[in-house]
């Protein structure tokens, strides 16, 4: 199997799913991570494959408050519980300030869904962030945010981006995407918004001209069919809209969660072979993504 996925990497031809299955099957951690240097040589030449590339961002966390429950999430708080914060435009723009002042050229901006930080909230946040840092690039809002901003002001999810953009939104993180699978999502996030709805928001983002990322959270309970299945929406997404500007392989780290102890938490060689495979051998134009992602070769 192994020779006739080189083979195809060296044609340039995408991997199926039932190669997908078979690589994460593999047993042989070399063999996978050089499949993948090869795949990464050949899209992006061999000096750029090389390339790393270093950004130095902030996190801004306006609000714990959300209504949504996830098992894997230990950050959200009820409204009114012990440890609930909502910040204020000026306490915001304060731990901007700090981040800036300590060398940040990003700020990442998510937070719960928090019906009293909403739209208008968000909107005078990015405006007052725009007006005292100018030059600051605003990542911000997962697609379950824009959902949720959408379906309190009764916007489209177009016309919500476009608002956040001419507040001075520019670009969006990947959050959210978890894993895409129904019964996963059923199972784990049941108030999160489906598969569809999630790239259906980023497809929009693409077209309106701003870049997003993409992830995966791995080990909360999927199967290795669930992850190969998740790269292939994102695949599908990326042949699209070519809006996807890199890929973070994210894994649950599971203290103070509901799920911890109800899943076999992800071994490290699981995560080397999650960053193997993504991108590479499954054929998504990382070279064209702005890949931050170093092989373990």
């Known amino acids: 199997m192994l020779s ?50 270093w950004n130095k961002n902030m996190h801004l966390n306006p609000t714990n408050v959300c209504i949504g429950r996830c098992d894997f999430c230990a950050f959200a708080k009820l409204p009114n519980e012990e440890g609930a914060w909502t910040y204020t435009i000026s ?75 001419e507040a001075g939104l520019n670009s969006m993180p990947g959050g959210g995407a ?6 996963v999502r059923d199972d784990t996030c049941p108030d999160k918004i489906p598969a569809e709805t999630w790239l259906e928001i980023h497809g929009i983002a693409h077209k309106l001209g701003l870049k997003t990322n993409a992830t995966m959270l791995a080990g909360i309970g999927e199967k290795v069919e669930d992850r190969i299945d998740h790269m ?27 799920i911890a102890g109800k899943v076999e938490p992800l071994t490290s060689f699981d995560k080397l072979k999650n960053i193997a495979l993504i991108g590479f051998s499954l054929g998504l134009d990382l070279h064209k993504w702005g890949l931050i992602l170093v092989l373990m070769t």
């Open 4 to 53: 006739r996925i080189k083979e195809k990497i060296l044609n340039k031809e995408r991997i199926s799913f039932e190669e997908g299955i078979a690589l994460y099957n593999h047993t042989n951690l070399l063999e996978i991570g050089e499949l993948g240097r090869l795949a990464r040589e050949i899209k992006s030449g061999k000096e750029k494959s090389r390339w790393v590339y």
């Open 178 to 183: 978890e894993i895409f699978s129904t019964q």
């Open 232 to 258: 292939i929406k994102l695949r599908e997404g990326q042949d699209k809209s070519g809006g996807f500007q890199t890929f973070i392989p994210l894994t649950c780290h599971y203290e103070d969660t509901d």
């Open 91 to 165: 306490e915001a723009l304060e731990k901007v300030g700090k981040g800036v002042s300590g060398g940040a050229k990003e700020v990442h901006i998510v937070g719960g869904l928090n019906p009293k930080a909403a739209l208008p909230y968000y909107i005078d946040l990015l405006k007052a962030i725009k007006k005292e840092f100018s030059a600051l690039h605003v990542k911000a809002f997962t697609a379950v945010e824009i959902e949720f901003f959408s379906k309190l002001s009764k916007l489209s999810f177009e016309d919500t981006l476009k608002q956040l953009i």
